[in-house]
């Protein structure tokens, strides 16, 4: 069973940046899609970014293009969500999501993702 690790959360006035981090489980991490969502309070949960396999392909929603990056490593079975220029909007809890073994291209949709991080809260104050 592929376990995902998400860390780097925290409290941050707007403006600011935060880093997150998701450590996946398993020895096939590099031909699999990873994504980043978020769970606002209140909220459906919806797609911020994804990533392919080999980072050739990236996806963004539109509300934070220019703000937030998405990279990986492989060699770490690590996948980043830098997130600069923070707004008080973006408090989320933050979720990993990471498709199946051999799916490398990327998805919006929640649905397109078979395994899930626990979440880590991010919170912007004005």
């Known amino acids: 069973q592929v376990q995902l690790v998400e860390s780097g959360g925290g409290l941050v006035q707007a403006g600011g940046s935060l880093n997150l981090s998701c450590v996946a489980s398993g020895r096939t991490f590099s031909t699999s899609a990873m994504a980043w969502f978020r769970r606002a309070p209140g909220k459906e949960r919806e797609f911020v970014a994804a990533i392919s396999g080999g980072a050739d392909t990236r996806d963004y929603t539109s509300s934070v293009k220019g703000r937030f990056t998405i990279s990986r490593d492989n060699a770490k079975n690590t996948v980043y969500l830098q997130m600069n220029s923070l707004r008080p909007e973006d408090t989320a809890v933050y979720f990993c999501?990471?498709?199946?073994?051999?799916?490398?291209?990327?998805?919006?949709?929640?649905?397109?993702?078979?395994?899930w991080g626990q979440g880590t809260q991010v919170t912007v104050s004005s």
């Open positions: 999501a990471r498709r199946m073994t051999f799916r490398s291209s990327i998805s919006s949709a929640q649905s397109g993702y078979d395994f």
